[in-house]
């Protein structure tokens, strides 16, 4: 993982990266100085009282002090930019590549889930990168610098020094070994936890209707608390080098000073390379900790990079096949030929469906909930790829097209109207990019949502979305209905709303596809009787089969149709058409 990570980006960064050693090797170099000029300070002005040498030693350990202080901001502030901008870097990559998975992969995931995860783990990449670099230029030179310092000064106190390494190493591998398995644990706890905390405030509404408080908080409540014993235990075991470095430390220390006593009282060895010595064994416990707790940290962002990985190594389905053409649309006869389709293997909810769409004309698909009306929709924008049969358009295979060229031919208004985070202007403009203002404002105006959007504090240029205004469900259907008009689409799919609109906003929007439906082949999923008697052709779904198709007044005579059935089950329920599910299909005012 992190030599993906750095064949990926080292390129792009390695002059900054260059530059950022050279500034680590400075801060090295002169942590090491500091314990080496020590000697000279013990032995030639305490020991040996030179005078003159106390102005140059002094300068010294200051010019080596405003060098540390210089180079740690150059590496500090070098390394913060180049892991800002590979954070940048991965959100744009991510983000494009969310844009290129199909459908499929949103049905399957958990959008709040997903946001999380992505915020969380790119911080990851970059401390990857960031751990590594710094961990072993900064500490392990320094700690090399410094073991040197202690080996040249004083090799005999070195080796009773250096006796602590082995025991230290061993313990920290096997502290490391059992904290990797915990570290995994709380990972996947804590998204578990993220997860569950964003479900409820996306779903609060259930929530408070079924009264479901007691059971989720009893289900966090565990969650919590394991999360919690986790950490603890993160923290113990990651601590728990701690003691046993500081008292392998301290019988160094106090070994060296007993052996360098000794030996002075024998030999009468002035005092200073001992005195730099301690002080280079000192400076290195600081580097030696920070090693010791790199592969502590280096797991918890290698976990997250994974899963970074895992979303960007997801191929996209439903790609372009190669040579695909661009599709051509002439008059825009669709045309569903013995299509048959399942989301899951084995598990059909599409059954040889065959009908067609007239050019310039309306069919309308009706059938009770469940019966492959949504389906249907997706599969004529390539949402999903066939089982059997193909979709074409003006006699071009749709699968044969690329998928934006297909895409550019239609325009959707969905039955939930979604408003993105911008102006009305904005929203609009979604329909087709280079849209004037003028052919924005007519498209509101055919839309019948020109009045109001002019009443609105700053007009066209109102903010909505999350953070704007509210407007009503008839309004963003209007807004929507105006955004297909700007695209200008040969085809229109139209997915109806189910739930009612107050009796002047129906006519309004009811007006506006009027407008937009004129002269274009449209395919609606109809809830409304009176789109579905008006329509040229109706195609009647029931269970993934084609039930029935053809015009109102042709299948209102087959007594035995289901369609006909629909019907009559409407005047026995007072203006409501039901299916024999009892699912309500429309509500006619
Ligand atoms: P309608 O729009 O007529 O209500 P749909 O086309 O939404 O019906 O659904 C048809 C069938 O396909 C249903 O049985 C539904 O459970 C199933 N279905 C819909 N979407 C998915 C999906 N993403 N994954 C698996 N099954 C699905």
Redesign the pocket.
Known sequence: MVRRVLSENAREYVMQYALAIVFLLVVAGSTAFTAWIIRDVVDEIFYRQRQELIAVICGAILAAFVLRGLATYGQAVLLAKIGNNLVARYQRRIYDHLLRLGVDFY?DSRSGQLAAQISQNVGGVRDLLNLTITSITRDAVALVGLVSVMVFQDPQLSLIALLIGPPLIITVYYLMKRLRGVTREAVHINSHLVGAMQETTQGIAIVKAFTMEDQLKAKLATLITDAESRANKIARVSEGTTPIAEILAGFAVAGVIAFAGFRAVESGTPPGSMAAFIAALLFAYDPARRLAKLQIHLERSLVNARMIYEILDMEPKQGDVSGAGELKVGAGEVVFDDVSFS??ADLP?LHSVSFIAKSGSSTAIV?G????????VALLQRFYDLDSGAIRIDGQDISACTKASLRRSIAYVSQHPYLFEGSIRDNIRYGRPDATDAEIEEAARLAYADEFIRQQSEGYDTPVGENGVTLSGGQRQRISIARAIVRNAPILLLDEATSALDNDSELQVQKALETIMRDRTTIV?AHRLSTIIDADHIVV?ED?YLAEQGRHDELIKKKDGVYARFHRLQGARNLEIVDDTGDMLAVQK
Do not use: C, D, M, P
């Open positions: 049905n989301y899951v909810v059938g909930s469940g019966a492959g009306k949504s389906t249907l999923i779904l993934g």
